[in-house]
């Protein structure tokens, strides 16, 4: 489908680049050549995303824009104004992609309620594609009887070699909807993993820039952060690397099921 075109997959995280450190970490992201900013309503950087763009000089459509709601938006009718203040925030007319980013929390509030509010947003004209955050097999499910088919083009969740969630991603893989990789160096814990550490003396790589590679060699989106300009571009970097299929297999080897966002009121996970 047309969505695995336009959403790059290389993007820059924005979780924790708040005020004036944040706006410079986002700029040196765009200089450094990246073209997907990911923010969120909870993150409160949406507005250090727009005024970083601003700054940046770049056209607005030369940048992919994704920002997702909040669980505290889903009521009847919260989820369209809480988008168009984003929007707001960001000094833009559009977003290119809105996910919902929680399940509501302990189905508190039922799916039907705001992912056809997130639809309507879409219909709109608000957001270009709409996707979802963390959601399961199941909720994908009740998801696409409840819009039809097609209408979700992402599904974002914690994904790196230690947490390759392979039943979850193949399912996105059937239903055409791409995959973002939250988390994908798993917060700097795999410098010390032989497996991608001796890959990575293959390409005069790091172990975080092999766990990167690995993931747009699978064909997921990833969305790497950093406040460290160094580290910024070290993780773009990553995107030139090439591994090979024995490389690829090697790394589906260490998979251990390593999760590190787990709320008690989350879903029930594949």
């Known amino acids: 489908m047309e969505k695995h075109n336009v959403i790059p997959l290389m993007g820059f995280g924005t979780f924790g680049r708040n005020g004036k450190d944040g706006i410079d970490a986002i700029l040196c992201a765009l200089e450094t050549g990246y073209r997907h900013l990911d923010t969120a309503q909870t993150y409160d950087t949406e507005f250090e995303v727009g005024e970083a763009l601003r700054r940046s000089g770049l056209d607005r459509d030369a940048v992919f824009l994704t920002t997702k709601i909040s669980t505290d938006n889903f009521g009847p009718g919260a989820l369209v104004p809480s988008l168009e203040r984003s929007l707001e925030a960001l000094k833009v007319d559009q977003v290119d992609l809105t996910l919902i980013h929680w399940p509501s929390p302990n189905g508190r509030i039922p799916l039907e309620v705001y992912i056809t509010q997130i639809a309507d947003a879409q219909t709109r004209g608000l957001t270009k594609l709409?996707?979802?955050?963390?959601?399961?097999?199941a909720l994908l499910e009740e998801t696409e009887a409840l819009l039809g088919k097609g209408r979700i083009a992402n599904n974002q969740f914690e994904l790196n070699p230690i947490l390759q969630n392979k039943k979850l991603a193949n399912y996105c893989r059937q239903k055409d909807i791409l995959v973002t990789c939250y988390l994908p160096i798993a917060r700097g814990i795999l410098s010390d993993e032989p497996v991608l550490r001796a890959i990575g003396e293959k390409h005069d790589a790091t172990p975080e820039q092999v766990a990167i590679?690995?993931?747009?060699?699978k064909g997921y989106c990833t969305i790497p952060t950093s406040g460290r300009p160094e580290r910024i571009r070290s993780n773009f970097k990553a995107s030139s690397i090439r591994l090979s299929p024995e490389e690829i297999a090697r790394i589906e080897t260490i998979d251990r099921n390593h999760r590190v966002v787990d709320p008690d009121w989350g879903p029930k996970w594949d």
């Open 213 to 217: 590679a690995f993931e747009l060699a």
């Open 130 to 137: 709409i996707g979802v955050s963390n959601f399961t097999i």
